[in-house]
Structures are given as structure tokens and as C-alpha cells.
């Protein structure tokens, strides 16, 4: 399905969010920074970053720029399709050198132990069949000390806004991204439905806290649309 949407997946995510995404991302960067120095509880300044279902990068490319390219970045996902986008992308902006991309399965990733100073992932988490398999992997290959961020869809609870939002969310955007994507497997329908299924808020956020990570917060972000969850991987874990 990713493979089928690739050529179309950019142009979608921007005009389907108003390019509220770029924003989205930025915001994620800001509040969970690239450490750049070794100081502070984590120690392993300059380790590099963890972009999960990485598509064609936009998050990856985000934490490149928040870290004026002094920290390696890799995006790991399992669609071939978009992450040859990504490269192109990246060389593009000549950012290949500082941002790598390799097909990996989020269930069981190719990292060792502690790896990573943080591990993200944006809008990816619900397409992981096993989201705990993902979440234990996410924290596996994380420093102690370091964070994993989860930017993800939620559903806004506002009545007027929750209520015009899920009109166009479930009955709108669909009819345009397949109009766009001619997408053979409904890839539009699939993306509100997968949404409305999935966890948000307090209930993610305590799935978290159950795979070991501390700290945990979340911040929604527009009304609600989508929501960020930080959380930190203790020298325990």
C-alpha cells in the first residue's frame, strides 16, 4: 500500500494538512532537542538519531537541521518505495552524508542495545503490526538517559471542532487522497480508519510507562489533531 501511495505521499501529507505537518515535525525537534555536547545525565553526546517509519524523511531532515549537522541520523523503514524518495531528498539538500536510510522491520530493528540518543517516529506507530513489538524495540535501542518521541494522529475531543474535524477526516480527505493517489488499496480510507483504532492520549501514554520509559508526557498539538508523547529510558531498562 505505502509502495502503490510513494510518488504522491509528499504532495498528500502537505495538502491534506494545510502544511500544518512542517510544523508538526519542527515542534517535535524543539521540545525533544539533539544533544550536541556530553553533558548533563546523557553521557554519548553526538550519538545518533532514530527516525522509525522513516518515509521519505521529513523527520529525519528535521532533526538534521535542529542539529546544524553535528549529529548522525538514520531512518530506518520497511517501504522501499519511500525511502528511495528519502535519498533522493537528502542528496537533494546535500545532507547525504550526515543522514542515512536503511529497510528495516520496526519489530525487529538491526541496532544493537543503547544505540540511539533518541528514537522517533512520526505517524508511523499505528502501522506497525505489533505496536508493543515496535514500542520494545524503540526503547531497546535507546540510550539510558536517552528519549523516545511518538508524533502521532489522535482524535480532538472539542465538540464542534471533534465533530467538523472527523467529518473531514473520515469523509473528505479520503475522496481526495484516492481522487490524487489512485491508490489500489484505499490507502485513505485506511488512514482514518487506522486513527479512530488506534490509542491516544493518557491510554498511549500509559502503554509507554509499561514498556519502562519515565517521564512520560503528552502534548497535543492543533486542537488535538495529532499529539507528541516523550518519554525517557532510564538506566533501569
Not at 528514537?119 to 499505528?126: C, E, H
Amino acid at each position: 500500500m505505502f509502495n502503490n501511495i510513494a510518488p504522491s505521499y509528499d504532495f498528500l501529507n502537505h495538502l491534506l494538512s494545510c502544511n500544518i505537518d512542517h510544523y508538526w515535525r519542527w515542534q517535535t525537534t524543539r521540545m525533544v532537542p539533539p544533544m550536541l555536547a556530553a553533558t548533563g545525565p546523557l553521557a554519548g553526546s553526538g550519538r545518533p538519531i532514530l527516525d522509525l517509519c522513516t518515509g521519505t524523511g521529513d523527520l529525519a531532515i528535521a532533526y538534521d537541521r535542529a542539529a546544524e549537522g553535528r549529529v548522525p541520523i538514520v531512518g530506518a523503514d520497511f517501504c522501499h518505495e519511500m525511502l528511495v524518495r528519502a535519498v533522493d531528498k537528502v542528496r537533494r539538500q546535500k545532507a547525504h552524508d550526515r543522514i542515512r536510510f536503511l529497510e528495516a522491520d520496526a519489530q525487529k530493528l538491526p541496532f544493537p542495545n543503547d544505540m540511539f540518543q533518541i528514537t522517533t517516529v512520526a505517524f508511523g506507530l499505528r502501522n506497525v503490526t505489533d505496536t508493543d513489538r515496535g514500542i520494545a524495540e524503540m526503547v531497546r535501542v535507546t540510550q539510558p538517559g536517552g528519549k523516545v518521541a511518538i508524533l502521532e494522529f489522535s482524535q480532538p475531543r472539542g465538540w464542534l471542532f471533534g465533530t467538523l474535524y472527523r467529518f473531514y477526516f473520515q469523509y473528505i480527505l479520503p475522496r481526495i487522497g484516492q481522487m490524487i493517489s489512485r491508490s489500489k488499496d484505499n490507502a485513505y480510507r485506511y488512514l482514518p480508519e487506522s486513527v479512530m483504532q488506534f490509542p491516544d492520549g493518557e491510554e498511549l501514554a500509559e502503554r509507554l510507562r509499561g514498556h519502562g520509559l519515565a517521564d512520560v508526557e503528552w502534548h497535543p498539538m492543533t486542537f488535538g489533531i495529532a499529539t507528541l508523547y516523550v518519554g525517557m529510558k532510564p538506566a533501569c531498562v
